[in-house]
């Protein structure tokens, strides 16, 4: 049962980013990115700080631990952030979808190099398989179509534009902050390390603000569009990020962050329930591998060493009796 619930809370801030995603939309058209991306990170810092002294931790962030800190807050707050929400006003689910959520390739090439986490042969499959998953999900169905000979082909213009460069340029902040959450923990919570990025890498986002709508400080959005910014921000900043950067310091790296493949997942299914979307046969296909991804990497010791993982096994069966 604890395993139960301890998965559950790996996968709740990939279910939160999905359903975040959808509802921030239509927010960066009618108010703008900049104040979509301030308005996301700075009450959600606020809230998590607030929530420290609950949880009987520290707000203190230790002096050998600020310098990485200051790099993880540019590179996963604001430059993650800004490169999100402009790729949000250009582009849709399509293929910006399918380059932001490429990054647990990264994540698991960095982790590789920098922490030695091993990425056996059976990993290295899941990882392509949940890429491929991905695709399935978020290109664009005239182009899958042509690629399963079914339908004419679509021009590459039409397929790369600056959406999908913001949405690549998103994907890499995040896998470089999903590692530089372990330089600027070493001796701080990663909660707090988490209320605080946010806090502070508002700042340029506000700044960005003010320069390209100086006429307004705050969007003329209904009580619904306020609704969703406030659970973009509470549910799918402060609990999503506190929880995903709370398990990125203690799980393995490349593990972890392939459950980024069933972002896309969830913001489908609440674009069903919310919208009536239906997703098309070759969409449920790209569903069955992101899954059949999610098992292989996080499951690639047992499959590769199945004796290796029994006798271990039995050894610890000895030891408890």
């Given at each position: 049962m604890l395993l139960i619930r301890h998965w559950l809370l790996m996968v709740l801030p990939f279910a939160l980013w999905g359903t975040a995603m959808a509802a921030m939309s239509p927010l960066v058209t009618s108010g703008g990115p900049s104040i979509v991306a301030f308005l996301r990170i700075l009450p959600a810092g606020i809230a998590i700080l607030l929530s420290l002294p609950f949880l009987g931790r520290s707000w203190i962030i230790a002096e050998n631990d600020r310098w990485w800190?200051?790099?993880?807050?540019?590179?996963?707050?604001?430059?993650?952030?800004?490169?999100?929400?402009?790729?949000?006003?250009?582009?849709?689910?399509?293929?910006?979808?399918?380059l932001i959520d490429s990054q647990p390739l990264m994540v698991a090439l960095l982790a590789r190099s920098l922490f030695g986490e091993g990425i056996n042969p059976i990993g290295w499959f899941g990882?392509?398989?949940?890429?491929?998953?991905?695709?399935?999900?978020?290109?664009?169905?005239?182009?899958?179509?042509h690629w399963w000979l079914l339908g004419e082909p679509s021009s590459l213009p039409s397929l790369a534009n600056n959406g999908e460069g913001w949405m690549l340029g998103a994907a890499m902040a995040m896998a470089f902050g999903t590692v530089l959450i372990r330089y600027a923990c070493k001796r701080s919570d990663p909660v707090a390390v988490t209320g605080w990025h946010m806090v502070l890498g508002s700042i340029p986002l506000l700044v960005w603000h003010l320069i390209d709508y100086s006429d307004s400080l705050l969007p003329r959005w209904s009580p619904f569009e306020?609704?969703?910014?406030?659970?973009?921000?509470?549910?799918?900043?402060?609990?999503?990020?506190?929880?995903?950067?709370?398990?990125?310091?203690?799980?393995?790296?490349?593990?972890?962050?392939?459950?980024?493949?069933?972002?896309?997942?969830?913001?489908?299914?609440?674009?069903?329930?919310?919208?009536?979307?239906?997703?098309?046969?070759?969409?449920?296909?790209?569903?069955?591998?992101?899954?059949?991804?999610v098992l292989l990497v996080s499951q690639r010791r047992r499959f590769w060493e199945p004796s290796h993982s029994d006798s271990s096994s039995s050894l610890e069966g000895e030891q408890i009796q």
């Open positions: 800190f200051l790099l993880f807050t540019l590179v996963d707050a604001s430059l993650f952030q800004t490169f999100l929400v402009k790729g949000l006003a250009q582009t849709g689910a399509g293929l910006g979808s399918v990882l392509m398989l949940g890429l491929l998953g991905i695709i399935f999900l978020g290109a664009p169905p005239d182009l899958l179509k306020w609704g969703l910014m406030a659970y973009a921000s509470l549910l799918g900043s402060a609990v999503a990020y506190g929880l995903f950067f709370w398990f990125a310091n203690r799980e393995d790296l490349t593990s972890f962050s392939t459950l980024a493949f069933l972002t896309p997942v969830f913001a489908l299914a609440a674009g069903g329930i919310w919208l009536g979307e239906r997703l098309q046969y070759l969409q449920w296909f790209g569903v069955g591998l992101i899954l059949i991804s």
